[in-house]
RNA sequence: GUGGGUGUAGCUCAGUGGUAGAGCACCUGGUUGUGGUCCAGGAAGUCGCGGGUUCAAAUCCCGUCACUCACCCCA
């Protein structure tokens, strides 16, 4: 085997045919629901100053201090490629002055973003999601309006085994107080010099830890929703209360916290059991205190993201068809000079005509064009030969039949456009 | 960062010291102009890389790299 001298870089994958064409698909599904929505698309830089991040995902969170691509541009400043969307596309909006306008703000996006983590399944240190935000409305209706539409887009995609796990992390007055009593019972345990310091750092993020025996030991911990305000089960009470009425079913889950900082409040998170060790296909919450972080003006707000990549592996994991599968309707095969000069004739005007097709290139002979033919996967072959030509037709053969008919050359498109119409 | 597994043809893999294999895919022919089935043939591999043991290494030993799965954590 000839081995190339590049690869692709660590943890990294390239998308090609047809796996290609099926996270295209993917990510045009997750995108539709909240397009037919009104959400407005907004496109960011793959980097931002490493600051944003710091400060908006936490300085203490695993993200921030060893999973980002920073470094130091030419100029000396410290960037480092989008480990997430909401801080960058929140940042955005403050920049761009859309929260003076009429709120709330509904905006949705996609693109790469970049972790420096050890690849593993379902894991990669490049991979893509699409991701939806609410700025600037404490309104319950809207986390219950995101989760919902991400659970379309799921079933859109043929996805029946995703879950929705729900949570409320309290808004920063209930908080604390659940916080100390927390840390209060995390110290009293034995845990390793990690999770030790975790407790002393952010106490929600040890609830999280999924080994088994650290997991035993937190059962009789303190749970968030026995410290919510009035003000914060009304709130969740509502969405959940929501969610029902759509039809979305949810499982309460007290101990889910998230890794990033900034949530608040609604907290949510999509899982699947097809992707290995990893589970989650999606997540997102309530960030009511980020754009203050990030020097704007108070701005509640509630968004989600969801991995391409991940959602793929679920839908093989459940059987489904790849999505998205291109192919063309019909495909030419021409034999001899003249027959490939009128071919490419026809394909250019075919395709300008809207239909999809294919020519056979490169002189081969009439079996192997035929059998290209089959493989492309179209429903008519056309053949062109020399006696074609002089006769002034072509051959159209229904591949699925096996019927062929002489078609003059003059009628070939629009008989295979006709054809390809119904 | 830590631990396990795996590296042999384009793909999936068999091959435990003695001439490098199968299935699928690909190409050609059987059909001077017809695919999907069938038949025959063909092309394709420094057995990840380096070293060692041996008359002889894909196979045993050492090292190394890559991939992969898992932990922490997350899409």
């Known amino acids: 085997m000839n081995q190339p001298t590049f690869r692709a870089p660590k943890g990294t994958f390239d998308l090609v045919p047809p796996r290609g064409e099926a996270v295209l698909a993917v990510r045009d599904a997750m ?39 920073s470094f130091t541009t030419r100029g000396g400043d410290d960037v480092s490629l989008r480990p997430e969307g909401t801080a960058p596309v929140l940042r955005a909006a403050l920049e761009n002055g859309l929260h003076r306008g009429a709120l709330p703000v509904k905006l949705w996006y996609g693109g790469s973003y970049y972790r420096y983590e050890r690849p593993q399944k379902g894991r990669f240190r490049h991979f893509s999601q699409v991701g939806a935000e609410v700025l600037g409305t404490e309104d319950p209706a809207v986390d219950a309006e995101l989760i919902v539409l991400a659970m379309d887009a799921y079933r859109a995609l043929g996805l029946t085994e995703v879950r929705v796990l729900i949570n409320s992390l309290g808004s920063s007055e209930s908080r604390p107080a659940y916080r100390d009593a927390l840390q209060q019972f995390l110290r009293g345990l034995d845990l390793d010099e990690d999770t030790a310091s975790r407790v002393e750092i952010n106490p929600l993020r040890v609830l999280d830890d999924k080994r088994p025996d650290v997991q ?25 209360r929501l969610l029902t009425d759509a039809g979305v079913p949810y499982d309460d889950d007290p101990r889910l916290v998230r890794g990033l900082d900034y949530y608040t409040r609604t907290l949510f998170e999509f899982v699947h059991d097809g992707l290995g060790s990893q589970s989650a296909v999606g997540g997102g919450g309530r960030y009511d205190g980020l754009s203050e972080l990030l020097g704007g003006p108070r701005l509640p707000s509630v968004g989600w993201a969801l991995g391409a990549e991940r959602t793929l592996l679920a839908m093989e994991a459940e059987g489904l068809p790849l999505p998205g599968t291109p192919g063309v309707d019909v495909y030419l095969v021409p034999l001899g000079d003249d027959a490939e000069r009128h071919a490419f004739g026809l394909v250019t005007e075919l395709r300008r005509a809207g239909v999809a097709a294919d020519v056979a290139t490169g002189g081969r002979g009439l079996k192997g064009a035929m059998k290209a033919a089959d493989r492309s996967g179209a429903r008519y072959a056309v053949v062109v030969g020399e006696r074609d030509l002089a006769d002034g037709v072509a051959q159209v053969k229904d591949l699925r039949s096996g019927e062929q008919e002489p078609v003059a050359l003059g009628d ?11």
């Open 412 to 422: 070939v498109r629009s008989h295979l456009i006709t054809a390809t119409s119904s």
């Open 31 to 69: 995108a539709g629901p909240v397009r037919r929505a009104g959400y407005g698309y907004v496109e960011t830089p793959s980097f931002e100053e490493t600051g944003l991040f710091a400060r908006g995902v936490g300085e203490s969170t695993d993200i921030v201090t060893k999973e980002m691509y």
């Open 216 to 240: 035993k030991a937190l059962a009789d911990a303190p749970l968030v929703t026995d410290f919510l305000s009035d003000g914060d089960r009304a709130h969740h009470d509502r969405v959940r």
